[in-house]
């Protein structure tokens, strides 16, 4: 018997699988762990203490689970991303990760970038204008303020290229993280921008570029005695985690959709040819030569978090029956739930939150709902631009956010789609092991192991009076931003 390794460096925890070539799963293993927020902005994680020594210890651990008989194929890992990690020729990083889009430090050089290189020449040429997720304003902004740093480095990494090198040795990025570390990737031709990486990266080479199911190297005779896997195991490229779990619940032919309901909100669709949209992220997909639209959000679950904290510690199960208990349209509440900022689709580090409508009859079960309909208000306006490239035809829904009867209703009430949930999902792990599978030819490429578990369907009785809340909604931002932004320098005053 035949198993796979799909390890996920999430953003709140490492996950990995043991899977059989059939999609089942053998034994499996899960690390949580946390971010450094050292500064306003700025979001951060130990490479080497958090990625690497998770990968080693559930490696070591899974390796150790494989039955008597059976054979440990291949493995896979992803990671959270876009994200920057400046190491040395020994692989030793010079400065802690810097995240993706939740970290907003390099503000400045965005504007700086985007005024030198032209913002239509970037939408053009990358398929993305520059925000907080683009890792080419994070690599300037460690040339300006940290040279020293930058000048020792030999290589820069995304969180999976940087455990495929330290698995193997070599020096890589697959295809759909390098399209994401704008402006250094031209998706169109599916190949680096070489003249603005130049300028941007100064010595530092371009990685080899790889498509996430391709075998990058074998396990180094070092790297097995940290992880316990056997020397000379191939080892596939994989990707970002949320591109990795699309393909694991199937999410492949254009005009499909993913939505992760998590800490924040991620959204893909794949889509037939190139589009580029000033309000979303255009990128290459998971399987060779494709391309897909993403987008995603600052908060989600982050802010429901924050919400039970804020009234008390009350249990997750009694907001939800508070949040029950209140109609549909939290009568008369919304709420902008742009507490970080918000990446796509307005692209504002100094975006805040919002309550409007409040009255003395609103009560904490109002908040709740008032949360997740703010967040479902989001996510329209999301794949509203999504079917200006391609109409969305099946949209699949993941993530531990589904826990909640609230959320996902709201968001298929708002939105007017049903959204199906797969019976396995294991996330990005799954998807690791399912593209190493792929990588060694163990499963033709368009293997899929998903199977829809449930429906969820929109109540007609909720549209019309969702459509008139969503036109009020998505005037609250753009007739407070000025305000918004004066709030947020006298925070930082």
Same mark, same amino acid.
């Given at each position: 018997?035949?198993?796979?390794?799909?390890?996920?460096?999430?953003?709140?925890?490492?996950?990995?699988?043991?899977?059989?070539?059939?999609?089942?799963?053998?034994?499996?293993?899960?690390?949580?762990?946390?971010?450094?927020?050292?500064?306003?902005?700025?979001?951060?994680?130990?490479?080497?203490?958090?990625?690497?020594?998770?990968?080693?210890?559930?490696?070591?651990?899974?390796?150790? =689970?494989?039955?008597?008989?059976?054979?440990?194929?291949?493995?896979?890992?992803?990671?959270?991303?876009?994200?920057?990690?400046?190491?040395?020729?020994?692989?030793?990083?010079?400065?802690?990760?810097?995240?993706?889009?939740?970290?907003?430090?390099?503000?400045?050089?965005?504007?700086?970038?985007?005024?030198?290189?032209?913002?239509?020449?970037?939408?053009?040429?990358?398929?993305?204008?520059?925000?907080?997720? #683009?890792?080419?304003?994070?690599?300037?902004?460690?040339?300006?303020?940290?040279?020293?740093?930058?000048?020792?480095?030999?290589?820069?990494?995304?969180?999976?290229?940087?455990?495929?090198?330290?698995?193997?040795?070599?020096?890589?990025? %697959?295809?759909?993280?390098?399209?994401?570390?704008?402006?250094?990737?031209?998706?169109?031709?599916?190949?680096?921008?070489?003249?603005?990486?130049?300028?941007?990266?100064?010595?530092?080479?371009?990685?080899?570029?790889?498509?996430?199911?391709?075998?990058?190297?074998?396990?180094?005779?070092?790297?097995?005695?940290?992880?316990?896997?056997? #020397?000379?195991?191939?080892?596939?490229?994989?990707?970002?985690?949320?591109?990795?779990?699309?393909?694991?619940?199937?999410?492949?032919?254009?005009?499909? =959709?993913?939505?992760?309901?998590?800490?924040?909100?991620?959204?893909?669709?794949?889509?037939?040819?190139?589009?580029?949209?000033?309000?979303?992220?255009?990128?290459?997909?998971?399987?060779?030569?494709?391309?897909?639209?993403?987008?995603?959000?600052?908060?989600?679950?982050?802010?429901?978090?924050?919400?039970?904290?804020?009234?008390?510690?009350?249990?997750?199960?009694?907001?939800?029956?508070?949040?029950?208990?209140?109609?549909?349209?939290?009568?008369?509440?919304?709420?902008?739930?742009?507490?970080?900022?918000?990446?796509?689709?307005?692209?504002?580090?100094?975006?805040?939150?919002?309550?409007?409508?409040?009255?003395?009859?609103?009560?904490?079960?109002?908040?709740?709902?008032?949360?997740?309909?703010?967040?479902?208000?989001?996510?329209?306006?999301?794949?509203?631009?999504?079917?200006?490239?391609?109409?969305?035809?099946?949209?699949?829904?993941?993530?531990?956010?589904?826990?909640?009867?609230?959320? #996902?209703?709201?968001?298929?009430?708002?939105?007017?789609?049903?959204?199906?949930?797969?019976?396995?999902?294991?996330? #990005?792990?799954?998807?690791?092991?399912?593209?190493?599978?792929?990588?060694?030819?163990?499963?033709?490429?368009?293997?899929?192991?998903?199977?829809?578990?449930?429906?969820?369907?929109?109540?007609?009785?909720?549209?019309?009076?969702?459509?008139?809340?969503?036109?009020?909604?998505?005037?609250?931002?753009?007739?407070?931003? %000025? =305000?918004?932004?004066?709030?947020?320098?006298?925070?930082?005053?």
């Amino acid at each position: 018997m035949d198993l796979l390794l799909g390890i996920d460096m999430g953003t709140g925890s490492t996950k990995g699988v043991l899977v059989d070539t059939k999609g089942t799963v053998i034994a499996s293993k899960s690390v949580p762990h946390g971010m450094d927020l050292p500064r306003p902005g700025w979001a951060e994680v130990d490479a080497e203490a958090v990625w690497w020594r998770e990968v080693c210890a559930i490696s070591a651990a899974l390796a150790a =689970q494989v039955p008597v008989g059976a054979r440990l194929a291949a493995m896979c890992v992803s990671g959270v991303g876009p994200c920057l990690l400046l190491c040395d020729a020994d692989l030793r990083p010079l400065r802690p990760a810097i995240l993706y889009g939740i970290d907003t430090r390099a503000h400045a050089e965005i504007t700086a970038l985007t005024r030198e290189l032209g913002e239509q020449a970037i939408l053009d040429r990358a398929g993305t204008l520059l925000s907080s997720q #683009a890792v080419g304003p994070k690599i300037e902004w460690v040339r300006r303020h940290e040279p020293q740093v930058f000048e020792s480095a030999t290589g820069w990494y995304g969180s999976n290229s940087y455990i495929a090198a330290k698995l193997t040795g070599e020096y890589v990025m %697959d295809h759909h993280t390098a399209s994401q570390c704008d402006p250094l990737y031209a998706t169109r031709d599916f190949d680096w921008n070489h003249e603005w990486a130049a300028r941007i990266c100064g010595h530092l080479p371009l990685p080899r570029l790889v498509w996430p199911s391709e075998i990058v190297g074998a396990v180094s005779a070092a790297a097995a005695r940290e992880t316990g896997l056997p #020397a000379g195991l191939p080892v596939v490229a994989g990707s970002v985690d949320a591109y990795s779990e699309a393909y694991s619940v199937g999410v492949r032919r254009p005009g499909d =959709q993913m939505l992760m309901y998590g800490s924040t909100m991620f959204l893909v669709q794949v889509i037939d040819e190139y589009h580029s949209d000033p309000t979303l992220w255009t990128t290459t997909g998971v399987e060779p030569r494709s391309l897909a639209l993403a987008a995603g959000t600052s908060t989600a679950g982050s802010l429901i978090s924050w919400l039970q904290t804020l009234t008390g510690g009350v249990s997750f199960d009694e907001l939800t029956a508070e949040a029950l208990n209140v109609p549909p349209g939290s009568e008369g509440l919304l709420m902008l739930p742009y507490l970080a900022g918000e990446r796509t689709p307005v692209f504002d580090p100094q975006a805040r939150g919002l309550l409007a409508g409040l009255t003395l009859r609103h009560g904490r079960g109002h908040l709740f709902r008032a949360a997740y309909e703010g967040i479902a208000f989001g996510i329209r306006q999301i794949l509203e631009r999504f079917d200006d490239a391609h109409s969305g035809t099946r949209t699949v829904a993941v993530g531990g956010g589904l826990k909640s009867p609230v959320w #996902a209703q709201a968001v298929s009430d708002v939105t007017g789609r049903s959204q199906l949930v797969p019976e396995q999902a294991i996330g #990005a792990s799954y998807g690791g092991a399912l593209l190493a599978a792929v990588g060694v030819g163990l499963v033709p490429p368009d293997t899929d192991w998903a199977s829809i578990a449930r429906e969820i369907t929109p109540d007609p009785r909720n549209q019309a009076m969702y459509d008139e809340l969503y036109r009020t909604w998505a005037q609250l931002y753009p007739n407070t931003r %000025d =305000q918004m932004h004066r709030l947020a320098e006298a925070e930082s005053a």
